[in-house]
């Protein structure tokens, strides 16, 4: 690029375009640079990151007691004694 007629390096630096001119003999004409548009790179660049994150989980038990009847039955009895008297009247009545 330094010898592109495009560079900041053409022959309007040194005046005639062979590098003399007036003033000194055998010594460059020097002029202010030409500042040529800027060149712009772009880079990209990448970052990873770690987020982290709370997922809360609740667990809720419900907890069922059943309570299945049953009837079984139970048996009693019962005894009674009667006693019957048979009076035939007393001991006069032989």
Do not use: W
């Not at 900041?8 to 460059?28: H, I, L, S, V």
């Not at 989980?57 to 006693?83: A, F, G, L, R």
Request: glycine content about 10%; proline content about 6%.
């Amino acid at each position: 690029m330094l010898f592109n007629k495009k560079c900041c390096c053409n022959d309007r630096q040194f005046g005639n375009g062979f590098g003399f001119g007036g003033g000194y003999a055998n010594q460059p004409m020097m002029e202010n640079p030409v500042v040529e548009p800027t060149v712009t790179k772009c880079i990209e660049k990448e970052f990873y990151h770690e987020v982290p994150h709370c997922c809360p989980i609740h667990t809720h038990t419900i907890n069922k007691h059943i309570y299945t009847h049953t009837y079984t039955p139970q048996y009693s009895c019962s005894e009674e004694d009667v006693v019957i008297n048979n009076d035939c009247g007393g001991c006069n009545g032989f």
